[in-house]
Nanobody
Framework: QVQLVESEGGLVQAGGSLRLSCTAS????????MGWFRRAPGKQRELVAD???????NYADSVKGRFTISRDNAKNTVYLQMNTLKPEDTAVYYC???????????WGQGTQVTVSS
């Protein structure tokens, strides 16, 4: 059974920073991509950033230059460093990964990030 477990989010003031982590565990043979999505109140879920096994990254325009995704392959862990946070970054953040040869990606349980103005 494969699981994705995210670190706790938190409450941070605008302009502050926060780092999220997500660790995959279980019978893992390969991880081709790991990333983060978020769902803000009243909005659809959106991609924040993802990182493929060959090192390619993809960021939402709204977070470019502020967020950085990275990965520790030995630990099956992906990180999201979030700097210069804005109130509009408030959302539930979900880890997402393509693991083994699963038809669908795996999802974490979600973690709340709240940015106060």
């Amino acid at each position: 059974q494969v699981q994705l477990v995210e670190s706790e989010g938190g409450l941070v003031q605008a302009g502050g920073s926060l780092r999220l982590s997500c660790t995959a565990s279980g019978n893992i043979l390969r991880i081709t991509r790991m990333g983060w999505f978020r769902r803000a109140p009243g909005k659809q879920r959106e991609l924040v950033a993802d990182l493929t096994s060959n090192g390619s990254t993809n960021y939402a325009d709204s977070v470019k230059g502020r967020f950085t995704i990275s990965r520790d392959n030995a630990k099956n862990t992906v990180y999201l460093q979030m700097n210069t946070l804005k109130p509009e970054d408030t959302a539930v953040y979900y880890c997402n990964a393509d693991i083994n040869w699963s038809q669908y990606p795996y999802w974490g349980q979600g973690t709340q990030v709240t940015v106060s103005s």
